[in-house]
Each structure stands twice: as C-alpha cells, then as structure tokens.
C-alpha cells in the first residue's frame, strides 16, 4: 500500500508543478497549444487528486458493508478521469479551431519552447515510475495516471515541434493545428479507457490470454479430478475473482476434496497474487465400472 501511496504522491506533486509552469507560458507566449498543454496538465492534476484519495481508500479489506473488498473504488476513480479527458479534448478543439481562422502572433516563444523541453523530461520520468508501480500493485488508478503522463510526453514533443517549425518558418497556423493534435489524442485516450472502467463496472470477464492461463492452470490437476466446468471470471480494481465447478470422484472425503481446492487455489495465486477463488464441489455420478480413475479402489480403501 505504501507502494503505490508513494507512486500517487509522486504523481500529485509533479502535476502540480507542470500544470503551473504550463500555465505560465501559455499567458506569456499566447500559444493554444501551449494552453491546451496545460490544460492537459491541469486535468492530470485532478486525475492524481482522485487517485491519491481512490488508491488507498481502494485498497482496503473486505468489510462488512463492502463483502467483496473495495476494489471498484478505482474503477469508478478511473472512469471519472476518463471523462474529464473527453471533456478536456473538447475544449481544446473548439479553442483550436476558434484561433483558426486568426493564428496570432507568439511572444516569448523560446521560453514557451523551454518550458516545454522541462515538462517532457518530467513527464517521462513520473510515467515510467507510476507504470512500473501499477504492474507491481496491479492498480488500474496508477495505469492511467501513467498513460496521462504518457499522453503529456507525446502531445508535448508535438507542440514543442510546432512551435520550433513556427520559430523557423513563421507559419503560425501550426499553433492551432498542434492544439487539435492534442485533443485528437486525448479523445482517443478517453474512450479507450471509458470502455475499459465501463467493463470491469459491469463484471466482463478476464481477458481471453487470462482465461487461458487460468485453463493451463487447472488443467494440471486430473486424477481424481474429473471435470471442470461453468468457469467464471471478472475484476475489481487490482482483485481477480474466480468461480467454477470442479467435479471430482464422490467417494473422496470433504477433507480430501478441500485439499484440492486448496492446491488449485494456490496454484491460481502463484500467477495472479490478487486473486480470489471460489469453488464448487460436485461428486462425480458415473458408475465404477465406468470411471477412469477406479473409483471402485476408492472405495474399498485401496488407493
């Protein structure tokens, strides 16, 4: 937990100092495109706020009032932060294509142009701190805050070439033109992770090259496991849940039959630490002479 608190805080700080120094030179030069930078920034300072107060709050153990822990506290954080993304790449198209039509002239530039070079590199490094944090803790809240700095590294790197070409070339309409390349990315970025906090908000189930781990995973158990079946799957924030069917011989003990659940159990946490299994027990009905596994050894104690 402290962990991704660290990983949050870190967030929180350097979104407070980019959106400040954005601000400053998008007053000082007069870009949209700078604006629409610290825009931007300002609604990553909002993302890190939700997720400084989600991660931990999010984290919690299972309640009395919250039975299945409260993981969806991030999920909801981060569909609130994707739609302040959406709401953010509007404004700065209708800014954009306002100024169209009468690109002014930039003061300053070559401070506007520092600024920028100074939030890239700051930028770039939070993304890689919060990405690598979110993997270890599997914190959905942590991804997109990485992916929002992500999103600042590579709209940045294009207004700051706008602004280089304008320096060189005067071609002013670039300012406007780099502010609408920075709401198409953002849009983009918005939807993709609406979908992706909707899905998880109505239980989808894991993805499919998680299903198939987690087959591989129980199909290693066979004798006397007989079958497998209605296996179910969904997330809450950094939490798995797994349920399923295991049919198994009918003439083992519950004690035998809850030694296997519990092997499969710690089998499935070996790859997906978080995640919790539920299963349901069922005797297999076959008759002994038709089992496989000689259930008729079972049952006169000879296995």
């Not at 189930?205 to 591989?216: A, F, N, S």
């Not at 296997?260 to 002479?289: G, L, W, Y």
Request: charged letters at 20%.
């Amino acid at each position: 937990m402290s962990q991704r608190r660290s990983a949050a805080t870190l967030a929180l700080g350097a979104t407070l100092f980019l959106t400040a120094i954005k601000f400053v030179g998008a007053v000082l030069s007069g870009s949209v495109g700078v604006l629409s930078e610290g825009i931007h920034s300002f609604l990553d300072l909002i993302s890190a706020a939700i997720a400084y107060v989600a991660v931990p709050r999010a984290g919690e153990p299972a309640d009395e009032a919250h039975p299945f822990g409260h993981g969806k506290i991030e999920t909801v954080s981060s569909l609130l932060e994707s739609v302040l993304l959406l709401g953010a790449a509007g404004f700065i198209a209708y800014e954009s294509l306002s100024r169209w039509s009468e690109p002014g002239h930039l003061d300053h530039s070559w401070m506007a142009i520092s600024i920028l070079v100074v939030s890239i590199v700051v930028s770039f490094w939070v993304y890689q701190q919060n990405l690598r944090t979110s993997k270890e803790t599997e914190s959905m809240a942590l991804e997109v805050n990485a992916l929002h700095f992500l999103s600042d590294v590579l709209s940045g790197l294009g207004v700051l070439t706008s602004l280089l070409l304008i320096e060189w070339t005067g071609w002013t309409w670039l300012d406007p033109l780099s502010g609408l390349g920075v709401a198409v990315y953002i849009f983009l970025i918005g939807v993709k992770q609406t979908k992706r906090a909707l899905a998880d908000l109505v239980d989808v189930q894991l993805p499919d090259e998680e299903l198939k781990e987690i087959r591989e995973i129980l199909s290693r158990f066979t004798d006397p496991v007989k079958g497998i079946h209605d296996l179910r799957t969904r997330r809450s924030g950094p939490s798995r849940h797994i349920d399923f069917h295991l049919l198994v011989c009918k003439y083992l003990t519950v004690e035998e039959s809850h030694s296997i659940c519990d092997r499969m159990e710690k089998a499935i946490e070996v790859t997906f630490p978080s995640a919790e299994t539920q299963i349901h027990v069922e005797p297999c009905d076959n008759h002994e002479k038709q089992c496989p596994y000689r259930c008729d050894r079972i049952k006169g104690g000879q296995a």
